[in-house]
């Protein structure tokens, strides 16, 4: 038997990066079988070491070409024009037999990928022993009846906030709550860089997709930038600016070399480079606080127990709060109800105020999180 993992975009996405890594330790931990990802951008798997973790990556295009199921596939695909073919016989070779996880946690959270990840799902059924829905979230407006059809067809889904656990249970779902599996994430800690202050720096997070989710006039960036400009004036922190997905098209550092340009003179703000998901963690751990965009990114906060508001657009960010705090007021700002540029900054004066009882809050719950997070291996384990 062998362990598949599927909808992995590529570590470019250091969430996705940092889903890997754990996802493959529990399923080691779980059947004992290799670990194979399929991967859209092996050379990101590759740059940023994932390929030393799994025991084997699979791009799309990679089939046996010698084989005549191939050679009688290349002919309905080149002669027939049967477009498909190729892609099928890649899905029948890649997932006989396997158990098939579906680590796009957040499929369901976006309409474009919940359509791909229907179709996708009813193609590796034909051929996987088990398929597993991975640490997800689920938002209620994309649960069209495909999409019910489609979760009801998985035989463990594994569920990582209790907002997207009550939508699941209330179209009758089964599921198992858990924590999101990046809260048991490694952190490697390199040197770090000239200006930023260790204890008594503000790491910040901002992702382009806000601009999708805001309600114009570049009122989430707007509320970054009065963030900063009160945080310089009124406290002696640092800012480190730190990138967690790097994709071209979907790529953190655009927003965020605005913010440098802005704020470099000031000589207080740093703009990170790129690193891996573990070296990541590294330096987010060694902030006074942190405000983060990418929900991945605030994990890697919480897990450190530093002091977070997420900045979220999805029922992914408030899901994880109420789960740790009891609710997500205070610690979530959403970008689809902001309304003036100063809501960033009155909601980090809250996370400021009580800094010692939200880091009193996370030091006796993240240990408990993260066994919450290992209950999936049992899970896993018990797939008959």
Known sequence: ??????????????????????????????????????????????????SNVVDEIV?????????????????????????????KLFIKKLFKDSVAISIGGDNYCYPWSAKQGVELDKEIRQY???????GCSI???????????????????????PLSYE??????????????PAFLLNKKELPLPKGFVEGNTVGINISPLINDYENGDSIAFNNYVKLIEYILSE????????????????????????????????????????????????????????????T????????TC????????????????TDLFGSYENYVVSVQNMKNDSELTDAFKYIFDNESQIKNTLNDIIPKYKKKAGIAVGELRNLK
């Open 1 to 50: 038997m062998k362990t598949v993992l599927y909808m992995h975009g590529g570590s470019g996405n250091h969430g996705c990066e940092a889903l890997v890594r754990t996802t493959t330790k529990i399923a080691k931990d779980a059947t004992g079988s290799d670990v194979i990802l399929w991967s859209q951008n092996v050379s990101e798997d590759y740059k940023y070491g994932v």
């Open 235 to 294: 406290t002696d922190m640092s800012i480190c600016l730190i990138p967690h997905v790097v994709w071209e098209y979907n790529n953190d550092r655009k927003p965020l070399n605005s913010l440098f340009e802005k704020f470099k003179d000031t000589n207080r703000v740093i703009l990170l480079e790129d690193y891996n998901c573990e070296e990541l963690k590294g330096f987010i751990s060694r902030c006074r606080f942190f405000v983060g965009a990418r």
């Open 167 to 180: 939508v699941l249970k209330n179209y009758g779902i089964s599921a198992v709550q858990v924590a999101d």
């Open 128 to 134: 996987c022993r088990k398929n597993v829905f991975w």
């Open 296 to 303: 991945h990114a605030t994990i890697a906060a919480y897990s």
């Open 306 to 321: 530093i002091p977070t508001l997420a900045v979220g657009y999805s029922i992914k960010s408030r899901g994880i709060a």
């Open 59 to 87: 791009a799309t295009d990679e089939v046996n070409k010698k084989s005549l199921s191939f050679l009688w596939s290349y002919f309905k695909f080149k002669i027939l024009k049967k477009s498909d073919a190729l892609h």
């Open 139 to 161: 938002e209620e407006e994309f649960m069209t009846p495909e999409v019910v059809e489609d979760l009801k067809g998985f035989d463990l889904i594994t569920v990582r906030e």
